[in-house]
């Protein structure tokens, strides 16, 4: 394709979105933020299915399409979507509206150099706006929504703020979706995971997720630790913990040093070699071409042995995590007792403090995010935190109670929002205590068992609070 | 010649204070001034932060145009306090030094004098007393005592002047809030004096401290839960410091209900009579106050409710265990081990800082965890020293440890390492082949003894190590 009747074929290949979108309150979970709209792009491909990144319609209360970047706009709805690849299809219910664009068929794969250029095309006010873009490198990295890692094409292109899910296209075919852009790169979803997305979301059987690397892992780029371990050179990485019912989840053990999986050699960085970009991170290896349950073969160093072990690739669902990166379309879950307000902790709360948040974020919080990760189990699912104190004469003193991570309440280990809520009603006594997880304020406060009723009653009465609990969905 | 302005002299310190992210560096030598004045047995009085690291002090006396070297007599920093002597015998027996007063109640007017910048010639203001309580003192950075805010002007180059009532030094200038108008503060007499009679016993132990956290009974559920009934008062213990005064005497969950005999309000505030003025006046102030009333050594007496029944409990006060990983340190070079081009340092305040005066938010994650919320999660670790692989030289016996740097050393060779001596006597004694370190999160460094012993004085020579270690 080339010249202005290739863009003017692509005119009817890509649509613009308007989505009217409202964020859940990190910090007053009850609630919402103020409404938004972000514009993003979509692909027609076969289907014809819209298909966009999924980071476009979370949140959404209205999805409109444009034609040519136009009005009339017809309403569009969430067919699929797949918040760790961070994809959504969507569709147009409106009569023949779909009929008018001309899907692209997906690349099978991008290879580089690719054989013509790649452009990254956007519809902007009625303007079909391409620009070229330049794919420095493919890297592996975390998607924009958790801790999915998978390849992405890195390079640069004119088209000014862009990561709005603008394809790229590659002669008559999709090569990927743009997922973030910054004055750096632009960061775009490689045609292989598109192809197998809207191939998975289509099956009438339903959706097959990718798997995930959820494992934690360091290089073995440590001469004497590799010396140390009986290795003859430094290569492979070594396993740090593999959390439960993950990718190698009774397979790999911590220590063991993963030398191959699927056949490909590990280097002491983590790299194996792809047949298509070189030198990428193993993890792309269980990303691309797999599904979750496949079982792949990996190849270990244990216990100064060598030793084949068969790894079962699973699904790493964000919201299942400890402290889930992002909520998406999940309502943040929540707990009001008698003003106490509590919450399962997660990156969208410590987002809310700002754009440094890793840094200005309680320590206790942020330890809680990295640290305590191995320590998920199936009786502690969420880390629950006393977020803040709505006032009134019942939580007198404790009013300036901030960010304080909930181990027991009435003696009873809490686990999640709904071990909240179960305590305060299996309590008895006159006094219910809470006991906070170690931290440099305070270990416990204690209140008052029998007005609790009541003070929730009159807190939600006067702050506007339409429940006092709100269980995790999903 | 006013008498107040005789006593009053100007302090120059030449000052070296060590870089403690390359801990064998001394520093550069800077001079800076402050105040002081001379006070009974031919010493001057002043803050410790102007006298602090100092390769020399001179003094210069109001009226005189000559230098005269001193030495520092006595230094509390805990209480940002100092005396000096004069190296010259007999310099300051003309000069008589001022009485001391009482605390000065509020409003009452008051005059600094000292030598802050903008000039070189004495410096007097006036202001009046703006507040009393206990507040932080910066020089120390973990220390809370009694202080005096006033709206007389405070600025650099005062610290350590007298400030003076009706012709009484009633406080030592030593702060000021540079953030808001008016606010400067001095040192009571209450605490100076405390200060000068510990330095009278021959060596300066330092204010006591009970060593615990406790929290307000401001709620009515948590009184009761506590067995105080109707009308009852007091704090909750929250946490017991290891090695403290408090430690083996007081449990989580005791309710302090007063000290020597004065009891607790809900807050933590005890009623006192402070003022020699006003005998009627009553001024409450944090519990803190009365702690301080005490020398380490001497006992304190607590009325204590434990599950329910009363208890008297006595307490023999020591300094808090902390001082030393808390607190700002002074005249004291940087402790560090350098091994095979791996630089380790204890972990405290200074090396902290080394992320910037923002260290409480710029700080790496897991020194933050282990320096503000371990002692907390692990009180059994107790008087364990945590220690820091602070840094690397670069260097080929190491260089495939590119990304070590600011981490805690959970293990050696499989041991808990319990203090910086412990970690050097561990890879200075060892004789396995291979040195295993493990950090948080399973991660692990491990060095070829021989390589590094083969290689550890080229690295020292390379990097203008002086010597390998200073414990």
Redesign the interface.
């Known amino acids: 394709m080339s010249g202005e009747g290739a863009l003017e074929r692509l005119r009817t290949s890509v649509v613009g979105l308007v989505v009217s979108f409202q964020e859940h309150d990190a910090d007053r979970p009850w609630g919402k933020r103020s409404p938004q709209t972000r514009y993003a792009q979509a692909a027609v491909v076969e289907g014809p299915f819209l298909l966009t990144t999924a980071q476009m319609v979370f949140g959404a209360t209205l999805i409109e399409a444009e034609w040519e970047g136009r009005p009339p706009r017809a309403t569009a709805r969430v067919v699929h979507v797949d918040p760790e690849m961070n994809l959504a299809l969507l569709t147009v219910d409106e009569p023949g509206w779909l009929d008018r664009l001309a899907p692209l068929a997906i690349a099978e794969a991008v290879r580089l150099p690719t054989d013509g250029p790649i452009l990254a095309v956007r519809w902007n006010h009625q303007q079909f706006e391409a620009a070229e873009f330049h794919v420095k490198r493919v890297a592996v990295h975390e998607s924009w929504f958790g801790r999915q890692r998978h390849a992405f094409l890195v390079g640069r292109t004119d088209l000014p703020h862009g990561g709005w899910a603008e394809p790229a296209v590659s002669g008559d075919a999709l090569v990927g979706l743009a997922s973030t852009q910054d004055e750096h790169a632009t960061w775009v979803i490689p045609a292989e995971i598109l192809a197998a997305y809207v191939a998975r979301a289509r099956r009438p059987e339903g959706y097959v997720p990718f798997p995930s690397v959820r494992f934690?892992w360091?290089w073995m780029?440590?001469?004497?630790?590799a010396?140390?371990l009986g290795l003859a050179e430094?290569r492979g990485v070594?396993i740090?913990?593999v959390p439960w019912d993950t990718t190698g989840h009774g397979a790999l053990r911590?220590?063991d040093v993963l030398l191959a999986i699927d056949g490909r050699p590990i280097d002491s960085r983590g790299y194996v070699q792809h047949p298509r970009y070189g030198s990428v991170e193993f993890t792309q290896v269980v990303v691309e071409g797999h599904r979750a349950g496949d079982v792949v073969p990996a190849e270990v160093w244990r216990q100064g042995q060598r030793c084949a072990v068969e790894v079962c690739l699973r699904h790493g669902p964000t919201h299942a995590d400890l402290v889930p990166v992002r909520r998406g379309d999940h309502p943040p879950p929540y707990a009001i007792v008698g003003g106490l307000v509590f919450l399962e902790l997660d990156g969208d709360y410590l987002r809310s403090w700002g754009n440094?948040w890793w840094?200005?974020a309680p320590?206790?919080l942020?330890?809680a995010l990295?640290?305590l990760e191995?320590r998920q189990s199936p009786e502690r699912r969420r880390i629950v935190v006393l977020t803040q104190v709505l006032p009134s004469s019942w939580?007198?003193?404790?009013q300036d109670c901030r960010d304080l991570i909930v181990d027991r309440i009435d003696g009873k280990a809490i686990g999640g929002i709904g071990d909240v809520a179960d305590a305060f009603a299996a309590a008895r006594g006159?006094?219910v205590?809470i006991l906070f997880?170690?931290?440099?304020q305070?270990?416990?406060?204690?209140?008052?068992?029998l007005e609790i009723a009541a003070t929730t009653e009159g807190i939600l009465r006067d702050y506007g609070i339409p429940a006092a609990v709100r269980l995790p969905s999903g | 010649m006013p008498a107040v302005d005789r006593t009053v002299a100007r302090i120059v310190n030449h000052a070296q204070r060590p870089n403690w992210y390359v801990p064998w560096d001394a520093g550069p030598v800077q001079p800076w001034t402050g105040s002081g004045f001379v006070i009974d047995g031919g010493l001057i009085l002043t803050n410790a932060h102007v006298v602090s690291d100092s390769r020399m002090l001179l003094v210069f006396l109001y009226g005189d145009p000559d230098p005269h070297p001193a030495v520092v007599h006595a230094i509390g920093h805990d209480c940002d306090l100092a005396l000096l002597r004069l190296v010259e015998p007999g310099a300051l027996d003309a000069i008589a030094p001022l009485p001391f007063g009482g605390l000065p109640p509020l409003r009452a007017p008051v005059e600094t004098f000292g030598y802050p910048v903008g000039g070189r010639q004495i410096s007097s203001t006036r202001g009046v007393v703006s507040r009393i309580e206990v507040q932080p003192y910066a020089h120390p950075q973990h220390e809370q005592h009694l202080v005096v805010q006033t709206d007389a002007a405070i600025n650099p180059g005062n610290s350590g002047g007298p400030v003076v009532r009706d012709g009484r030094v009633v406080g030592v200038a030593f702060q000021a809030a540079s953030h808001l108008q008016s606010v400067g503060y001095f040192i009571p007499t209450e605490v100076v004096q405390h200060f000068l009679d510990d330095a009278a016993r021959g060596a300066y132990a330092g204010f006591p401290s009970l060593g615990v956290?406790a929290?307000?009974?401001?709620?009515?559920?948590?009184r009761?839960?506590?067995g105080l009934c109707p009308g009852d008062t007091g704090v909750v213990v929250?946490?017991v410091f290891p090695g403290s005064s408090a430690d083996g005497r007081l449990l989580?969950d005791d309710v302090l209900r007063a000290i020597d005999g004065v009891a607790l309000a809900n807050d933590g505030s005890v009623a006192l009579r402070p003022f020699e003025d006003d005998p009627d006046a009553i001024l409450r102030l944090d519990h803190l106050v009365l702690i301080d009333r005490h020398h380490v050594g001497e006992d304190l007496r607590l009325d204590v409710l434990r599950g329910g029944r009363p208890l008297e409990v006595t307490v023999a006060l020591r300094p808090w265990p902390g001082i030393g990983r808390y607190g700002t340190q002074h005249d004291v070079r940087p402790r560090y081990f350098v091994y095979g081009g791996l630089v380790f340092v204890p972990l405290d305040l200074e090396m902290l800082r080394t992320f910037g005066e923002d260290w409480?938010?710029?700080g790496d994650?897991?020194l933050?965890?282990e320096y503000?919320?371990?002692p907390?999660?692990?009180p059994e670790r107790g008087s364990r020293e945590p220690v820091v692989l602070l840094r690397r030289l670069d260097h080929p016996v190491n260089s495939?440890?590119?990304w070590f740097q600011n981490l805690p050393v959970e293990r050696v060779d499989g041991d808990p390492v319990t203090g910086l001596e412990d970690l050097v006597a561990r890879l200075t004694t060892s004789t396995e082949r291979?040195?295993?370190f493990e950090f948080?999160?399973?991660?692990?460094?491990?060095?070829?003894r021989l390589e590094v012993e083969a290689a550890n004085d080229a690295i020292l020579t390379q990097y203008g190590v002086p010597v390998d270690r200073c414990l």
């Open positions: 934690s360091t780029t440590d001469r004497g630790l010396a140390w430094p070594m740090r913990h911590a220590r440094e840094h200005r320590i206790a942020l330890t990295h640290r191995t939580s007198l003193g404790y006159d006094e205590r997880a170690a931290n440099d305070r270990s416990d406060l204690v209140v008052d068992r | 956290r929290q307000r009974l401001e709620n009515p559920a948590a009761r839960h506590f929250d946490f989580p409480r938010h710029k994650k897991h933050l965890y503000l919320l371990r907390y999660a692990e495939s440890l590119s291979f040195q295993v948080p999160d399973d991660r692990f460094a491990v060095l070829d």
